[in-house]
């Protein structure tokens, strides 16, 4: 399966912020969507990173006192690992795994199609396991 398979079976919101958005809104927008991680653009809506509640938390236990005042650009991850649509799924749970991380956005060319999770990687792989145990079950109990 393909990052664009995965893509079209969810609902897929993309969330985004700009770099000089304040912490505090950034961590409001992630807890009012209910997602972990927030795509940062540019004004012309190009990807230039990505801040995950992770990062946030990280901001608040390094600098509470001034967390409310600072930027997003202080704690987003620049030039953050992306898919693209013809990405093997496999391939992006190894470069998520290898990597650490839990939100990777998806580019079509330069465009920002959507945003994929380890959640939606771990689905994926559960289908495709029950997929292939109902097909072995079959065929033990044809023969």
């Given at each position: 399966?393909?990052?664009?398979?995965?893509?079209?079976?969810?609902?897929?919101?993309?969330?985004?912020?700009?770099?000089?958005?304040?912490?505090?809104?950034?961590?409001?927008?992630?807890?009012?969507?209910?997602i972990g991680a927030l795509i940062v653009v540019d004004s012309k809506n190009k990807l230039i990173g990505i801040i995950s509640e992770r990062d946030l938390m990280r901001g608040?236990?390094?600098?509470?006192?001034?967390?409310?005042?600072?930027?997003?650009?202080?704690?987003?991850?620049?030039?953050?690992?992306?898919?693209?649509?013809?990405?093997?799924?496999?391939?992006?749970?190894?470069?998520?795994?290898?990597?650490?991380?839990?939100?990777?956005?998806?580019?079509?060319?330069?465009?920002?199609?959507?945003?994929?999770?380890?959640?939606?990687?771990?689905?994926?792989?559960?289908?495709?396991?029950?997929?292939?145990?109902?097909?072995?079950?079959?065929?033990?109990?044809?023969?």
């Amino acid at each position: 399966m393909k990052v664009a398979d995965l893509l079209k079976n969810k609902e897929n919101l993309i969330f985004t912020i700009t770099s000089d958005t304040n912490l505090f809104e950034a961590m409001t927008k992630l807890l009012e969507q209910k997602i972990g991680a927030l795509i940062v653009v540019d004004s012309k809506n190009k990807l230039i990173g990505i801040i995950s509640e992770r990062d946030l938390m990280r901001g608040i236990y390094q600098d509470y006192d001034g967390f409310k005042t600072k930027k997003v650009a202080s704690l987003m991850s620049s030039n953050p690992l992306v898919a693209i649509l013809d990405d093997e799924i496999d391939y992006i749970m190894k470069i998520m795994t290898k990597n650490q991380i839990r939100h990777m956005p998806v580019l079509d060319k330069e465009k920002i199609v959507g945003m994929i999770s380890i959640r939606d990687v771990i689905k994926y792989q559960l289908q495709e396991t029950e997929v292939k145990n109902r097909y072995l079950e079959e065929y033990l109990f044809n023969q």
